[in-house]
């Protein structure tokens, strides 16, 4: 059926019904090994992933992997970047997980990962971020650090609506915004399109409002820049509170009235809903991190605050991410291909292997990720890390190579 995947004859499918998984023993799980480092960090996930499957459940349960491709391999295999059996591969498979893939600043092709997101319809970008014991950190209390983002995935500046200086397209949009609009726009701009929808946003919004009450958690927090990009950010927090109102008025109350009504105190089994400003949010997260729980936010902010949250918790070696739609994900770390480490066997490959985990939470398997969660910060604590963490260690913590870790991780089941 494919022209190079190759099927394992050995597992099978994971199926949905209705909006459920029904998950087999033996699981076909595609996998993009990815560009850059995905090469160090794809291999040394693997090998953890199938000891901890294998530690949980004995030989009962086994994942089938199946490489599929995109980027530079598929390149050469396809001589595309982006190969339609890949697609194909996601959407049969229902589950996916990756490496990065490389996507050029200011030219050639667009990204290849923004790609996928968007042909699949996998709107929420989940990216928790949290302290695991004995990681070295940037701030003080980097134990206060909880959060979970759902960053809108499929919109905003990342649609790709974008024109060069002095091509006819943007010659002709400044001219009709000019003329027609009355815009004030220099003749030799390159000119870029920011939709933001309301059934996106309010999909977005509404997923982050069901995690937040399935997983108990306090509250939600909006992060806009609608005091300057009013209908379309501005939207995105008016449409949440709109939501929020109409979907949840018996679970939420908005920030607003837990202060005119309630006197500050959060009435008994109600979750708080409020906003912040994009900047103030940069630095709130800094300065009263413990008083955030789920951040929902337009795609470019989503992008923003992960790596900043990260930073306070080990880097992004240790940022993981799933991009889910209804009935679909593909999992995969917050960071890139970090060329100029690539096939260097140095990265810290964390960052997919708690990708992986939250794959297998998705997938029901929760003692793996309990297995990998707990091994992960023995290592750590033991201060058998690789480079990035061992350099923010204090004394000379001698770095692990990236498959040198994944074995000492191995080695704490
Ligand atoms: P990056 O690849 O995320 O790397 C930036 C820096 O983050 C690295 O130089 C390194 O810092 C640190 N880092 C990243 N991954 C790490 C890991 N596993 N372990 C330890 N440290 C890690 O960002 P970039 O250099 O801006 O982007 C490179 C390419 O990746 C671009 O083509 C970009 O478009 C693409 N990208 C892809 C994805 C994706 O596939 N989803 C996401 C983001 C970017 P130090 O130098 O301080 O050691």
């Excluded at 194909?88 to 893939?101: N, S």
């Excluded at 630095?283 to 923003?304: F, K, S, V």
Aim: aromatic share 10%; net charge neutral.
């Amino acid at each position: 059926m494919f022209k190079h995947v190759q099927i394992p004859n050995w597992g099978e499918p994971v199926k949905v019904q209705g909006n459920q998984y029904s998950v087999p023993d033996k699981p076909i799980i595609p996998f993009i090994e990815g560009d850059g480092i995905g090469i160090d960090i794809w291999p040394a996930s693997q090998m953890v992933f199938d000891a901890a499957v294998k530690k949980a459940y004995g030989g009962k349960r086994q994942v089938a992997w199946m490489e599929i491709y995109a980027g530079e391999k598929a390149q050469k295999l396809y001589n595309e970047w982006l190969p339609n059996e890949t697609i194909e591969a996601i959407r049969q498979y229902t589950i996916a997980i990756k490496g990065p893939l490389t996507t050029p600043v200011g030219g050639g092709f667009r990204s290849l990962n923004v790609a996928i997101r968007q042909i699949l319809n996998l709107y929420a970008c989940i990216r928790p971020v949290k302290y695991y014991k004995g990681v070295p950190s940037p701030v003080r209390f980097p134990e206060k650090m909880n959060v979970v983002v759902f960053r809108e995935n499929t919109e905003d500046v990342y649609a790709g609506i974008e024109y060069k200086k002095g091509t006819p397209e943007a010659r002709k949009l400044i001219d009709y915004l000019i003329k027609e609009l009355g815009a004030n726009i220099a003749l030799d701009s390159g000119i870029g399109i920011k939709p933001i929808s309301e059934t996106a946003s309010k999909r977005l919004i509404r997923k982050g409002i069901d995690y937040l009450l399935k997983q108990n958690r306090r509250n939600i927090t909006l992060m806009h820049k609608g005091n300057i990009m009013k209908f379309t950010e501005g939207a995105f927090k008016d449409w949440g509170y709109e939501l929020a109102r109409e979907e949840y008025g018996d679970h939420l109350v908005s920030e607003e009235e837990l202060w005119s009504k309630y006197d500050g105190k959060v009435p008994t089994g109600k979750k708080v809903i409020m906003d912040r400003i994009a900047d103030n949010m940069l630095q709130q997260i800094l300065t009263r991190t413990d008083e955030y729980d789920i951040i929902a936010t337009p795609n470019l902010n989503g992008d923003y605050i992960s790596d900043a949250c990260a930073a306070q918790v080990g880097g992004l070696g240790m940022a993981p991410g799933a991009n889910i739609g209804d009935v679909m994900g593909v999992f995969e770390a917050t960071h890139g291909t970090a060329p100029k480490y690539a096939g260097q066997d140095k990265v810290n490959p964390a960052s997919l292997m708690l990708s992986g985990v939250l794959m297998f939470q998705y997938l029901g398997w929760n003692e793996v990720g309990s297995i990998i969660e707990a091994a992960l910060e023995k290592s750590i604590l033991q201060k058998r890390v690789t480079y990035d963490l061992a350099r923010q260690m204090e004394g000379n913590v001698k770095p692990l190579k990236s498959s040198e870790f994944a074995r000492s991780i191995i080695d704490n089941f």
